[in-house]
């Protein structure tokens, strides 16, 4: 409690934003809230530093990302001369202070002589990736929380491949940050002077000119219905510049925006929860799609890295899951491919371990590997970019179950823009023929069998919440079920010990990095994965089965629910 106080009384007495000032005299008094605000700092990892907005070390504001860019930049500087010149590349969503977030990170990193790349308006996630490539830049910056709800923001690093930071580069910018005495003490510069210095570039134009030149090459099928019917929704978010340009330019002429999502609003008026996995999010795409009678809506959330997509069924419009789409995607792109010739002999499609099984069914139809990472885009990034020293593999598509996914390397995060598009040219492939996306994933369970999977998540907020996660975890490796549903469990996957064991007592290693991960096989090839979330306060349950009829995959995956929660 007495780094509670000191970091209290520390804010208290520095010169603070008004707005940061009423907060903290609005919580005089309150120990659970200063506490709250005050017990920790952010935590930094290879997925970005996420949190609250508001006063205190533990929520973001312009200080706490003064002090992680203090961490990136003497980061950037231990590498030399050379890096700081190449330099780091920033992009921001729309959310509330993302813009002014960005700049402060260039101040800082201006004041160390590093040159920053800063993008005039808000671009997504997937083009700060193709961005750092693009530039040679030493690293990425992007202000984003995602899909999380007006209340959050964050700071995620990417390095000079594309890719989110690897635990050494993450580990080695927190080590920085954990020598900084004082939060209020860190050097900024004047963007005036930065400017007059080379040390602040603004982009825009020229990059969004080049990422979707690379978007373009993705089109691959010329049978396809121009005319089919879209609607698109950036959610308030970064998405609609390049996804509504490269649907024109793929050549649909039947496109319709939700004019209401189009404003670029961080308070995300029109939804609780900007998600496009979330039904809701859909609601104002939906209205639109009845009076324009689409076949297809797309919609991206505010950093544009994820996709998510409902089809016309009959008189209303069926959301398909992420391993829904992610199967298709995959069947379509390796048909395609198959067709022309230009299918990889060392074909390979790389997935999380939480997604569902059916993408190596498929990919094994077509003579391609899958190989699996944990959770986390940066671990498939890290994989393309492991294949690409190596040639032992051809990268042919790469997905989990969140809606995230990726077809063409120039990005190296999951990138919604490219998926909107091949989305967009895949249903218009079926609708050519008279299907749809939902008759064609029906004939994908009709050769490949029925899988069903379900994600559920419990909230475990504050301090108490991450000790609550971890018990959870910790209790279940103390007492670990011998069946689940009267299902023999017959495969346990630990990924924090790194060791698979199966019912007959034998033990293998797992090779992927540790993670506190628990996943349990059960005999009917059903499978239950459990996962404190790295990006936000809850505790993740994955549900995956299998059967040889519609009826008897939900039916079994009502009895794992039903026994778990």
């Known amino acids: 409690m007495s780094s509670v106080i000191g970091n209290y009384g520390l804010w208290t007495n520095a010169d603070l934003p008004e707005y940061l000032v009423e907060e903290l005299q609005s919580i005089t008094g309150d120990e659970a809230a200063i506490e709250d605000r005050f017990y920790q700092y952010l935590s930094f990892g290879t997925g970005g530093m ?11 504001n312009i200080f706490t990302i003064r002090r992680v860019t203090e961490g990136l930049a003497r980061f950037v500087e231990s590498n030399g001369k050379e890096a700081k010149k190449r330099g780091v590349v ?39 990736s193709f961005s750092v490539r693009e530039l040679n830049a030493f690293a990425g910056v992007v202000i984003t929380a995602s899909h999380n709800p007006k209340q959050y923001n964050g700071f995620k690093v990417y390095g000079e491949d594309g890719a989110q930071l690897v635990p050494s580069g993450a580990n080695a910018i927190v080590e920085h940050m954990e020598e900084i005495d004082n939060i209020f003490d860190i ?26 030149k690379n978007l373009l090459t993705l089109k691959d099928n010329d049978d396809i219905d121009l005319n089919m019917n879209i609607v698109y929704t950036p959610l308030h978010g970064s998405g609609l510049v390049p ?10 002429s039947n496109i319709h925006i939700v004019d209401q999502q189009a404003i670029q609003d961080g308070a995300f008026p029109t939804v609780s929860y900007p998600n496009p996995e979330e039904a809701a999010a859909f609601q104002l795409a939906i209205e639109l799609g009845e009076q324009v009678q689409a076949d297809l809506l797309l919609a991206t959330d505010p950093d544009a890295d994820r996709l998510g997509v409902a ?106 823009v490219q998926v909107a598009l091949k989305v967009a040219e895949m249903a218009a492939h079926y609708t050519k023929q008279g299907k749809t996306l939902l008759d064609a994933l029906n004939n994908l369970y009709a050769q490949f069998g029925y899988y069903r999977e379900a994600l559920v998540s419990k909230v475990f907020e504050g301090k108490d919440g991450q000790e609550k996660m971890k018990a959870i975890l910790d209790n279940l490796r103390k007492d670990i079920p011998s069946e689940i549903a009267g299902l023999t469990v017959v495969r346990i996957e630990d990924y924090l010990s790194s060791t698979t064991t199966f019912v ?52 079994r995956l009502e009895q794992l629910l039903n026994e778990i929660l």
């Open 50 to 60: 996420r949190g609250l907005l508001g006063a205190g070390t533990n929520r973001i």
């Open 90 to 128: 920033i992009a921001y969503d729309t959310r509330h202070f993302s813009y002014e977030f960005a700049v402060e990170t260039a101040r800082v990193l201006g004041a160390h002589g590093i040159t920053s790349y800063v993008y005039k308006e808000s671009r997504p996630t997937p083009q700060l």
């Open 187 to 212: 050097s900024i510069a004047d963007i005036t002077i930065l400017e007059d210095q080379g040390l602040f570039k603004w982009i825009l134009e020229d990059l969004d000119e080049k990422y979707m």
């Open 243 to 252: 996804v509504r340009e490269g649907l024109k330019q793929f050549g649909f």
């Open 311 to 416: 089809v016309r069924n009959d008189n209303r419009y069926e959301l398909l899951t992420g391993n829904q789409l992610g199967a298709l995607l995959l069947h379509y792109i390796l048909s395609t491919k198959q067709c022309s010739g230009m299918l990889p002999t060392e074909g390979v499609m790389i997935k999380t371990i939480v997604t569902s099984e059916l993408g190596a069914k498929i990919a094994k139809h077509f003579n391609v590997s899958t190989v699996n990472t944990l959770t986390g885009f940066k671990y498939i990034a890290e994989k393309i970019a492991q294949y690409e020293k190596t040639n032992e593999y051809t990268f042919l598509f790469g997905y989990e179950e969140s809606y995230g996914y990726l077809i063409k390397t120039f990005a190296r995060d999951k990138d919604a």
């Open 504 to 555: 007959d007592g034998t033990i293998e290693a797992i090779t992927l990095p540790k993670e506190n991960v628990l996943k349990f096989v059960l005999e009917d090839d059903s499978w239950i994965a459990i996962r404190p979330s790295g990006t936000e306060p809850k505790c993740k349950y994955y549900f995956g089965v299998v059967a040889d009829s519609n009826r008897i995959a939900e039916e």
